[in-house]
């Protein structure tokens, strides 16, 4: 019982210093050395620091690091390009003034559905958002949430062959790939795109109501010019040029997935890798691969249009190396706080909320480790990191697919992880110039709200007539 505790008291402190603002880095050490001090066992807290906490942090970089590089640098390539800045000018020319909330949501899931990182998408989206909003004359509180239904949402964890980093987590795990239950995906992303649209648009229709307009913030600045400076004037990049790479990343992901690697013969691979199981792994090459390819593509194209193509690499190389440590430290805390006597009986009451449905114990593990690291990538990392071959077993025995265990992982793993201490969130509204009291609210209904019923909906699906 007091390792139980301790366990509790460290995940509490771990969330409210994170929503202090306090280091991932520096907390995920410090709050497992206190579990285990807690738990009586401080005296073996230096073999458990390097052998299980960092153990676990080297064989998750180890794992992904390829697929936070590639991602970050491809992010940085589409800003610096100014292929994001020409995608999100097309749909606003679309769309019009007028539909200012979708326009922003569909601008933002293109580009993170194409593999734009969420913070360069908030980065390039705000300024249009601002424009857009203030001639529409909806309240700026809004945007924040606006953007976060585009970018934290669908794109991040339903739609099917998304290059999220989420959807990439349970590969190894599963042996699926980021285009599990593509039907039930779809049903969820639909639902969380109205459920957030019917939301914003009621939201903006009150505000009307009451005769709030986008208001007065003397912290705006032009908006239009500076996101012309920031483009350097490659803001009219063609627009195929523009959606090519995007383009790519899905395609070339689909067809190694589902035509190169399937018609290889593997047994090279075993012989010289007797313990590597192709099949575990053949997502992450193929996203891999299709995120390389996308990368070479925008840098080819491109190429004597760079202002500092040099600088942009660099960017988008270093600008990986803070995501990926930070959810590796979340996974290193997990190991330990795994390794102690009282996180068995969190496991067991986990696992046993629903005999006879892993779905849901599923659900409620990723739901839970994600709202108290603040992170969908941090919170899935640990509940698999602990409990993936548990649910792989459980999952066998009741008849469910993996590729069914993914997407609810996945999807799970959105929910909570958008509290208040979310560091994606606190990141936002610092983009947005905004605080949490004047914008949280319409955020946590449409990436906390619309995903639960989106992920409800799935389990019952999946539940009824399998994966599809």
Not at 45 to 52: M, N, Q, R, S, V
Not at 186 to 199: D, E, N, R, V
Request: a neutral charge; glycine letters at 10%.
């Amino acid at each position: 019982m007091a390792s139980t505790l301790a366990i509790v008291v460290s995940l509490l402190l771990l969330m409210y210093l994170a929503y202090r603002g306090v280091t991932v880095l520096l907390l995920a050490p410090l709050m497992a050395a206190l579990a285990v001090l807690l738990s009586g066992e401080i005296s073996i807290y230096l073999p458990i620091y390097t052998d299980t906490f960092m153990k676990a942090l080297g064989n998750y970089v180890i794992q992904f690091l390829p697929i936070f590089l590639l991602g970050a640098l491809f992010g940085q390539l589409m800003a610096d390009s100014g292929a994001a800045h020409t995608i999100a000018r097309w749909i606003v020319a679309k769309l019009g003034d007028k539909h200012a909330i979708i326009t922003v949501v569909l601008a933002c899931a293109i580009l993170t559905y194409g593999g734009v990182s969420l913070f360069v998408v908030a980065f390039a989206i705000y300024p249009i958002a601002t424009d857009l909003f203030r001639t529409a004359d909806i309240p700026k509180r809004l945007i924040p949430a606006t953007i976060a239904l585009g970018s934290f949402t669908f794109t991040m964890t339903a739609l099917p062959g998304t290059p999220a980093i989420q959807n990439a987590i349970p590969i190894p795990y599963y042996g699926t790939n980021v285009f599990a239950a593509p039907g039930l995906g779809i049903i969820a992303a639909a639902i969380m795109l109205l459920g957030g649209m019917w939301w914003l648009r009621g939201r903006a229709a009150s505000a009307r109501l009451a005769g709030e307009g986008y208001g007065q913030h003397e912290d705006d600045t032009d908006s239009t010019g500076t996101e012309e400076a920031n483009n350097g004037g490659l803001s009219h990049m063609p627009l195929v040029l523009a959606i090519l790479p995007l383009i790519l990343v899905i395609s070339v992901n689909a067809l190694f997935t589902y035509v190169v690697f399937p018609r290889m013969d593997m047994s090279f691979v075993t012989e010289r890798f007797p313990h590597l199981t192709p099949a575990k792994v053949i997502g992450l090459w193929a996203l891999i691969i299709a995120l390389a390819a996308a990368c070479t593509t925008l840098v080819v194209s491109r190429l004597g249009h760079w202002q500092d193509l040099r600088g942009t690499v660099n960017k988008g190389v270093f600008g990986f190396m803070l995501p990926l440590f930070n959810t590796a430290s979340e996974v290193g805390y997990g190991a330990v706080i795994a390794g102690l006597a009282g996180f068995t009986i969190i496991r067991d009451a986990v696992l046993n909320v629903t005999p006879g449905n892993p779905l849901i114990s599923e659900a409620i593990a990723m739901n839970v480790l994600a709202g108290i690291t603040g992170s969908s990538s941090g919170g899935l990392s640990i509940a698999l990191q602990t409990l993936g071959p548990d649910y792989l077993r459980m999952a066998q025995e009741a008849g469910i697919s993996p590729e069914l265990m993914h997407r609810v992982a996945v999807m799970a793993a959105g929910g909570f992880d958008t509290l208040p201490h979310c560091g994606a969130i606190i990141t936002l509204l610092a983009i947005c110039k905004l605080t949490h009291r004047q914008s949280y609210l319409n955020i946590a209904a449409v990436t906390m709200a619309a995903p639960m019923v989106a992920l409800v909906t799935v389990i019952a699906l999946g539940t009824m007539f399998g994966s599809f």
